[in-house]
């Protein structure tokens, strides 16, 4: 029995004092201090920070995390740390899309290859999208859009990695007055499951975009101690300094956002389109909308932004090559005279039920726009040439009749080939349109970013004529016109009848109007 107990004896003996070695070893390698508050132990160098990150949360052991600094002070003591350690469930994370990951300070290459700049470390960034078919261990970020392998980021919500200045500036403190004390001075970084909770408190550990304010903060968590009574807690000072990584991180956005890029696309649009005939002379005419259908070739520069949260603007030039067709139609009811070839005066009276017409053409237009970008949304605006490249109508007249009143002899003759007749009422031909014509025009969307850096879009589209100089053939007295010229008997002319355009006959100006809906494929190229 005594030799039991002695043996149970020198057991415990062997472990405290193992336990008290280890204890003792852990302190003796940080720079200074025995752990009091009046003389806490000094975390001056890379190795401090990483012993002490090692000891609270390595294993994830919660009674390390709390028995082995009882009682015990840590202050910072230095202008600048930099170190890469993991503490609680820092590492390689299992990224969710939109989670919040560390580029790690001693990442090297992007899953392409190229080199990791220095100015992308030691930052935080957005999860845009986990393992392609390309990079299946790699991970999109999506604030500089590149593929990063999985080992090189650190999950932000368990880890701190980074930089920590200040001169005394921090000071951790496992005691159980911190506890009971309720201060506002005094924050948590254990979790209640006993796990190390980010330092997102910590100066310079914070993913922030502004320098963190001077304010006053809760206790946000506490750990019950099982064995102790301690909780470890970090005590900020009084005074306060701008976070150094918060800064960085401003300044990492602002670099990321005030760049410029070149856009190249290509796409369709089509929609409804109307050359506006306007019929002055004939009260009766009317035209109605037809339709048309474009290939789009732009280029676009947008200039950098000033804020992370302004929009792009840029400017936008192109070219677009196309077809149109649109629609009019008339009654006829004409009156003219004409001299024949004896000199005798002929008066025509010309009618038709119905005249339709389609009047078409191919185009090329050439916008100078201003755009705007902004979280998918794009707007143009501008004005824009429209050039036509060849015009040509066809049109059908129904129940076309000549009346010929041969006053001199008070005759009246309808409908005759000695007095004219409509022999053909289906006409087709080319007519001369508008050399030029000035449009305003609008286009909205989205668009949509994928995977390679370009852009899918799709939206809407309007264009209206400012200017149009299209001029009338003012010779043309009717759409049917009668001629007459001597025939192979010259006592026996014959009347030569030609059907000339809608449009050419009756109306004396022209505008344009189009609207639709168009797709865009954007070849984007982001400075260096």
């Not at 002490?52 to 600048?80: H, L, M, P, R």
């Not at 019950?224 to 800064?247: A, F, H, L, R, W």
């Not at 196309?322 to 010309?350: F, L, P, W």
């Not at 939206?459 to 004529?465: E, I």
């Amino acid at each position: 029995m005594k030799t039991n107990v002695n043996n149970y004896m020198k057991k415990g003996i062997i472990a405290v004092a193992a336990w008290l070695l280890a204890s003792t070893a852990c302190f003796a390698q940080f720079s200074g201090g025995d752990g009091s508050k009046e003389n806490p132990y000094i975390l001056r160098t890379n190795d401090d920070l990483k012993v002490f990150a090692q000891y609270v949360n390595e294993k994830g052991d919660e009674s390390a995390q709390t028995n082995w600094s009882k009682d015990k002070y840590f202050v910072i003591d230095s202008d600048s740390l930099t170190a890469e350690v993991s503490i609680g469930h820092g590492g390689i994370a299992e990224c969710n899309l939109n989670d919040k990951v560390k580029l790690k300070l001693t990442a090297d290459r992007y899953c392409t290859g190229e080199r990791i700049p220095e100015w992308c470390k030691n930052r935080y960034y957005s999860v845009m999208q986990v393992g392609t078919k390309n990079y299946p261990n790699g991970i999109l970020l999506k604030e500089i859009y590149s593929w990063v392998p999985a080992t090189e980021v650190l999950d932000g919500t368990y880890t701190f990695q980074g930089e920590l200045d200040g001169k005394n500036n921090t000071l951790f403190v496992n005691t159980p007055e911190a506890k009971a004390s309720g201060s506002d001075k005094v924050d948590a970084f254990i979790s209640n499951s006993g796990v190390v909770k980010n330092l997102n408190q910590v100066r310079g550990a914070a993913p922030k975009a502004a320098p963190a304010p001077a304010t006053k903060r809760e206790i946000e968590h506490r750990t019950p101690d099982t064995q102790s009574s301690g909780t470890i807690v970090y005590m900020p000072k009084e005074e306060q300094v701008e976070n150094p990584d918060s800064v960085a991180q401003a300044k990492l956005e602002e670099l990321l956002v005030e760049k410029g890029f070149h856009q190249f696309s290509i796409g369709v649009r089509g929609g409804t389109a109307s050359l506006m005939q306007n019929f002055t002379n004939n009260e009766n005419g009317k035209w109605h909308a037809g339709y048309n259908a474009l290939l789009d070739l732009q280029y676009a520069y947008y200039f950098k932004k000033k804020t992370p949260e302004a929009p792009y603007w840029g400017i936008r030039t192109g070219v677009s090559v196309g077809y149109m067709s649109n629609g009019a139609k008339s009654g006829i009811n004409d009156q003219y005279s004409i001299t024949d070839v004896d000199g005798d005066n002929i008066n025509y009276t010309v009618t038709a039920d119905k005249v339709v017409e389609n009047d078409a053409q191919l185009q090329v237009e050439i916008p100078i726009m201003a755009t705007v970008l902004y979280k998918g949304l794009f707007a143009n605006f501008g004005p824009k040439v429209v050039l036509p490249v060849f015009s040509h109508y066809s049109q059908k007249v129904t129940n076309p009749n000549v009346v010929a009143d041969f006053t001199d002899y008070s005759v009246v003759v309808p409908n005759e080939v000695i007095t004219g007749m409509v022999t053909d009422d289906q006409t087709k031909g080319k007519w001369d349109n508008s050399k030029f014509n000035l449009m305003l025009t609008a286009e909205i969307g989205y668009e949509w970013t994928l995977k390679n850096k370009n852009s899918f879009g799709i939206g809407a589209f309007a264009n209206y004529s400012l200017l149009d100089t299209y001029k009338n053939d003012a010779s043309l007295e009717s759409l049917i016109q009668v001629t007459t010229k001597p025939g192979e008997n010259p006592s026996n002319p014959q009347a030569i009848v030609d059907l000339f355009s809608v449009t050419e006959s009756y109306v004396d100006k022209m505008g344009y109007f189009d609207c639709g809906v168009k797709l865009v494929y954007n070849f984007n190229f982001f400075k260096k």
